[in-house]
């Protein structure tokens, strides 16, 4: 059995689709998928519940991720264990492909590799994207796909889930590069948000994040190193049909990066969420 966790906010637009994905074709007692609503005020925990079996549904009045994550554990019953957000889609047979990956036994913790939708995105915002994608950190799943999966040995790494910004990364960190694999043969589909604003609020979000693992776990930030993205923006800057797309990229990371180290000082954060991204799944229901 492979457990899944899907920690869920007001999730009421998009959960169904994440759902269906996630149990079309499974076998009988392949899943145990738990849906955490978190300080849901939508019929989030509803529409989950009409799943059925392998779904359940826990409800908690806190509105907080990382309590969510710690309440899926607690209530899981087996491993792998797959935490999955639940704006994000990823199939059955993906689910099993990591689940697999992870009994070879070598390493500990696997994502697959994230697929950007940007089909209902700006223009600029595919700009961004344009250019993140020929960047080594867009080959980073965990942190980057939404979906990262921890076998006993992996999750045994750390006591539960601290109340960070960055769970994904404070995951990474817990293990070292040699630990952990980015799956090319598996995706999971992330929905870029359709603004600018928006983009800019969820990149100083993943920032912030950065700087408080990095300020909170030094000993452990090493882990996170990987390839450097300095080469491939060096060698965008001699094409000068990249230039759009780097100006932008530039702009964006600026200023969430300056945001990110305002709100570090300000010693508290509000957190930024995409709520474009999920406005053309309105009325999604099973």
């Not at 996630?22 to 392949?30: H, S, V």
């Not at 509803?46 to 079996?53: E, S």
């Not at 694999?181 to 994040?209: C, D, E, K, N, W």
């Amino acid at each position: 059995m492979i457990s899944i966790v899907v920690p869920a906010h007001n999730e009421s637009s998009g959960i169904a689709r994440t759902l269906s994905a996630i149990t079309l074709g499974c076998k009988r007692e392949e899943l145990d998928v738990l849906v955490v609503c978190n300080g849901c005020t939508d019929d989030t925990a509803d529409i989950a519940r009409r799943f059925g079996p392998p779904v359940r549904v826990i409800e908690t009045e806190v509105a907080n991720k990382c309590h969510a994550l710690n309440l899926g554990d607690r209530f899981a019953r087996a491993f792998p264990r797959i935490y999955i957000d639940a704006d994000i889609v990823i199939t059955i047979q993906g689910v099993r492909t990591l689940a697999k990956r992870l009994a070879q036994g070598d390493v500990l913790a696997v994502a697959p590799s994230a697929q950007i939708d940007t089909s209902q995105s700006s223009l600029a915002v595919r700009a961004y994207y344009g250019i993140r994608a020929r960047l080594p950190s867009s080959r980073q799943g965990i942190g980057g796909s939404g979906v990262y999966a921890l076998s006993k040995m992996g999750h045994d790494r750390f006591v539960e889930f601290p109340n960070l910004v960055a769970d994904d990364m404070f995951v990474r960190i817990q293990l070292s590069p040699q630990e952990r694999q980015t799956l090319t043969s598996v995706s999971s589909t992330v929905f870029a948000p359709r603004t600018l604003r928006q983009l800019i609020a969820i990149r100083t979000r993943a920032h912030y994040g950065t700087l408080e693992i990095a300020n909170r776990h030094p000993e452990l930030f090493r882990n996170n190193r990987g390839e450097s993205n300095h080469r491939v923006l060096g060698r965008q800057l001699l094409n000068p049909r990249s230039w759009p797309g780097l100006l932008v990229y530039t702009y964006v990371n600026s200023v969430a990066i300056w945001s990110a180290k305002r709100w570090r000082r300000a010693g508290s954060f509000v957190w930024k969420r995409d709520s474009t991204s999920r406005v053309a799944l309105e009325g999604s229901s099973n």
